[in-house]
């Protein structure tokens, strides 16, 4: 490559994707700076050896480029993956007729953010910047909300049951607890429980179910 002086007018070359526009006298001392103009658009300050030698090319956004080859490369690679297809199913719920879960979700009016629902590299990002990990399942945190951003984090099966819309609720110890927590404390089945209250729980349909009343059913039969 042709070498230049310092003193050297570079404002007649281009390097890469850098044309120089004129000398940054603040950064300039013992090294020559220039002021480059970026195809991009964006303006630089970098060395004039560096700009001569190629070892800057651009704003830095070459690299942004091979980055995001890079990414459409790996996230593609990750087709066959978990989280791949947990993007797919919450589009499938939300949006196809076929799915068993429509009625829960599109039938309900659930949708999947657009970003998300356009690009699995948007909803991938999200994802493990988010704590994603495969022992999580995605989980609303308003089950009357959309897949999006802000209503969305990552929960275990155990969080994601407790969150469930058509969960019962139990009124123990002043406290409105899921089925499954009245369980956990109580050391009984969580089908025991069901079992036992099959038989009236219609009567408290949408309602709290009373936590003593329920335990006395079952140590009575027990």
């Known amino acids: 490559m ?11 070359f281009k390097f890469n994707r850098l044309k120089p526009l004129y000398i940054d006298n603040e950064r300039t001392i013992k090294k020559v700076y220039w ?6 658009g964006n303006i630089i300050s970098t060395r004039s050896d560096s700009l001569q030698s190629g070892r800057v090319k651009s704003c830095g956004c070459i690299k942004k480029e ?16 978990r989280i791949y297809k947990i993007w797919q199913h919450i589009k499938e719920r939300c949006y196809s007729h076929n799915s068993h879960d429509f009625c829960r979700y599109g039938g309900r009016g659930i949708k999947v953010y657009n970003e998300w629902f356009k ?3 948007t909803f991938y990002h ?9 022992n999580l399942t995605i989980d609303r945190i308003n089950n009357n909300g959309n897949y999006e951003p802000n209503n969305c984090k990552w929960s275990t099966y155990k969080e994601q049951a407790n969150n469930r819309r058509t969960n019962i609720k139990i009124n123990f110890n002043n406290k409105i607890i899921t089925l499954l927590e009245f369980s956990e404390f109580t050391k009984i089945s969580y089908h025991i429980l069901r079992y036992r209250i099959k038989k009236w729980i219609r009567e408290y349909r949408g ?3 009373d936590g003593e009343r329920l335990l006395h059913t079952v140590e009575r039969r027990d």
Do not use: M
Request: one cysteine or more; hydrophobic letters at 25%.
């Open 126 to 134: 999200w994802a493990i910047n988010n704590g994603y990990k495969e």
């Open 119 to 121: 690009s699995f590299d």
């Open 2 to 12: 042709r070498e230049f002086k310092k003193s050297k007018d570079l404002r007649d």
């Open 66 to 81: 091979q980055d995001k080859i890079n990414l459409d490369r790996t996230t593609h690679d990750l087709s066959k993956t």
């Open 207 to 209: 309602n709290v179910i």
């Open 35 to 40: 002021i480059c103009k970026c195809d991009c």
